[in-house]
């Protein structure tokens, strides 16, 4: 997992292609104009997803997660939330759902980051994630979760 800010996105010259092609999209377009809903960049290659919803205060509301053919790439445009994260290796993980690319897992969180606007955060398949959480208080939250396909 990676945990940066778009505003610092010259540190990151070392990810894949289709990785700076969301910081470019992101650079090159007025997100927080779009409405809720899917939107493709490459086919199934690289696509994000817009989504809004108020932030949980209890963990006890989300769920573990993690995905085998995509990368997820969540960007804060507006809110504040509350991510945990830990390793999939480390928890107890579910039957995974192959047409949603989605991977339940039970355990406990490892780390957690505190996003706002501007900060982005990349999970690989080995990562688990449990998003919508508090971060002091509920938030409303508009952020997009770009998913960028792994090689096969």
């Known amino acids: 997992m990676i945990y940066g800010s778009i505003h610092q996105q010259?540190?990151?010259n070392f990810l894949s292609d289709n990785i700076k092609?969301?910081?470019a999209y992101i650079n090159e377009h007025s997100l927080e104009s779009y409405e809720k809903g899917s939107y493709v960049i490459?086919?199934?290659n690289l696509f994000f997803n817009l989504v809004e919803y108020q932030t949980k205060d209890s963990e006890t509301d989300g769920f573990w997660e993690a995905h085998k053919r995509y990368i997820d790439l969540h960007y804060i445009i507006?809110?504040?939330e509350k991510i945990n994260l830990g390793f999939i290796d480390r928890m107890e993980q579910g039957t995974f759902v192959e047409a949603d690319d989605f991977l339940p897992l039970n355990g406990k969180a490892s780390a957690s980051?505190?996003?706002?606007?501007?900060d982005f955060l990349i999970c690989y398949p080995e990562d688990a994630h449990m998003t919508a959480l508090s971060k002091e208080q509920p938030s409303s939250v508009k952020k997009v979760i770009?998913?960028?396909r792994l090689p096969i």
């Open 10 to 12: 010259n540190h990151y």
């Open 78 to 80: 507006s809110g504040r």
């Open 21 to 23: 092609k969301c910081f």
């Open 42 to 44: 490459d086919d199934d």
């Open 146 to 148: 770009f998913k960028i």
């Open 113 to 118: 980051v505190f996003m706002e606007p501007g």
